[in-house]
DNA sequence: CTTTGTATTAACAATTTTGTTAAACATTGT
DNA sequence: ACAATGTTTAACAAAATTGTTAATACAAAG
């Protein structure tokens, strides 16, 4: 009658079914993605993946919600600093936000492809994360123009500048495959460019934001 | 006796597949599209499409060769052109590049998908534009350390500025969707935003590669 | 030690999807 | 007209994939 009676071991099969199905839906999608596949990697049979999620709809859904929120909470976070000024505050966040998309390399495209399939589905979600955001570029908005008008800094739109940082972190990784074999040496040593491109970023977003004189 | 008998037919019907076929591929990726669905909205029956095109495999290449090299070749042109100065011929080819993206938005993230999944298959295809590639960039590195000599411009690496240039116009409309719902006014109109997202691209990269004193 | 709910397996069912085939149909050169 | 070749249809076959079920094992509680 317990249901936590072999918890151990019922975490264990159900975790192994996850880190399985996150593995398989990260790198093949929804529809590329096998049940079999996923419960072979797992060790169990196919039946048991079913008598935990019932379809690969829902098991689809536990592996979203957990990649969606990681998501959401990287790109605002990152921008939240405390009482640094604006501009070192940009200049920190977006070092964090490469950092994080470097420890995600395949949750944007994922993401990214997910959110193209099915968008009626996210209307919820994005809900949830709407306030959050609307605050988030108010005060950065104000901030920004707060030091334009000290002249520190360039006065820009806060969302351009947002997506320029989304753009210039996130495309690193998600067309590194496809560039990897075009660059010859330059991206050989993936530590050494990733370095590189960080620093890139950093500076790129920085003119761009710099007082002009 | 003639093969080409009714050539206006015969051409419409497999144009008429091919045509679903593209938009079929190009907004669900190879594993979401389903040959019937194709087929039913080319107006012929499946077995038609098996007719003319074998498999759906060999359907797929047709429409990912033409893709490809459209791709390619619009990533080089854009930076080949005649007697600017490096500077212009920069500024230029970014709105170039972008306005081939802005008129084929499902392209990037298609090839990109399609490399990720299967990369073994696309040697050939690098082996054929590998050497244009290394040619346009010589010819851009060596113009670029001239101009930074002269103090036109900040001596940068080309391909560090390539990668930067992509990013900023591709993933403009590879994340669109993902973006839209959550920049509530700002990306309303989107004719607006894109002409205004071209003109920041652009500043944010002549700004990269301004002189500085 | 029986009951009860959960975990597991193996076999099977249902559906979807791709691909084939044989026969009917059409067109054109001779 | 008719032979030859390409086109089209309808029905079928094969395979893959998801999902179910019935039987059984197991562990814990009463």
Known sequence: MDKNTDNIEKQNKEQLILTAAEHEFLTKGYDGARTTSIAKTAGVTHAMLHYYFRTKEQLFERIVDSKFSLMAQSM?????NPNQSIVERIRGGIGLH?????QNPQMPLFVINEIISRPERYDILYNRVQSVIDSIYANLQRDIDLAAERGEMERIDARMLFISIMSL????????????????DFMANRKVFLEARRAENIETIMRRIKAQQ
Chains 1, 2 share one sequence.
């Not at 490469?98 to 470097?102: E, G, K």
């Open 169 to 184: 972190n996130i495309f690193t990784f998600v067309a590194y495959p496809f560039m990897e074999p075009l660059m010859g």
């Open 76 to 80: 605002l976070t990152a921008f939240g």
């Open 98 to 102: 490469f950092d994080f998309v470097a």
